[in-house]
T-cell receptor
Framework: QQQVKQSPQSLIVQKGGISIINCAYE??????FPWYQQFPGKGPALLIA?????SEKKEGRFTISFNKSAKQFSLHIMDSQPGDSATYFC????????????FGSGTRLQVQP | DAGVIQSPRHEVTEMGQEVTLRCKPI?????LFWYRQTMMRGLELLIY????????DSGMPEDRFSAKMPNASFSTLKIQPSEPRDSAVYFC?????????????FGEGSWLTVV
């Protein structure tokens, strides 16, 4: 019940295109859904996060869409750039109590110039 | 803000040797996490501490693994004896537990190779 499933495993997008990564969760106790970005040799870093009281959150070129009834959320990267090439992890946790992040398996994004 | 500081960044050791990984969380943060990252299993939570107290160590793979947090500014993850399958990147992360603070900050990781 702690699992977070992420797809696709890898993604190749042309510069200027839209990158879409999907995640699904099982535990209905989760109420915080962040996306982390990881560059080679670095630790994951928070990119954007959403709580289930909204269906969408946008920060610059990055948007999270959230579907509470389907227990799914996705990351959209608009106007993808070569500098966005990294591994993206969705995650889920609770805002109180345990708070430890449960991560998806990661998506390796490559944006071709 | 120096961020979460981990050492060593890289460690190569022989099977059977003891390995100690170190972490300094962000000053003022009161929860600390140890994660392990491998290609096969992704990012796995090993253990986490609240106010220096271990809360959940269910992710610690075996008795060979142990973690301590003697004070708010230091934690260790020890593997004894180490095995080749322990080769991974070990991340330490910290968070300030407040009503609204949710960002977990990661260190740059300790890359462990056991030969």
């Amino acid at each position: 019940q702690q699992q977070v499933k992420q797809s696709p495993q890898s993604l190749i997008v042309q510069k200027g295109g839209i990158s879409i990564i999907n995640c699904a969760y099982e535990n209905t106790a989760f109420d915080y859904f962040p996306w982390y970005q990881q560059f080679p040799g670095k630790g994951p870093a928070l990119l954007i996060a959403i709580r289930p009281d909204v269906s969408e959150k946008k920060e610059g070129r990055f948007t999270i869409s959230f579907n509470k009834s389907a227990k799914q959320f996705s990351l959209h990267i608009m106007d993808s750039q070569p500098g966005d090439s990294a591994t993206y992890f969705c995650a889920a946790s609770t805002l109180t109590g345990r708070r430890a992040l449960t991560f998806g398996s990661g998506t390796r994004l490559q944006v071709q110039p | 803000d120096a961020g979460v500081i981990q050492s060593p960044r890289h460690e190569v050791t022989e099977m059977g040797q003891e390995v100690t990984l170190r972490c300094k969380p962000i000053s003022g943060h009161n929860s600390l996490f140890w994660y392990r990252q491998t290609m096969m299993r992704g990012l796995e939570l090993l253990i986490y501490f609240n106010n220096n107290v271990p809360i959940d160590d269910s992710g610690m793979p075996e008795d060979r693994f142990s973690a301590k947090m003697p004070n708010a500014s230091f934690s260790t993850l020890k593997i004894q004896p180490s095995e080749p399958r322990d080769s991974a990147v070990y991340f330490c992360a910290s968070i300030l537990r407040t009503g609204t603070g949710n960002t977990i900050y990661f260190g740059e990781g300790s890359w462990l190779t056991v030969v």
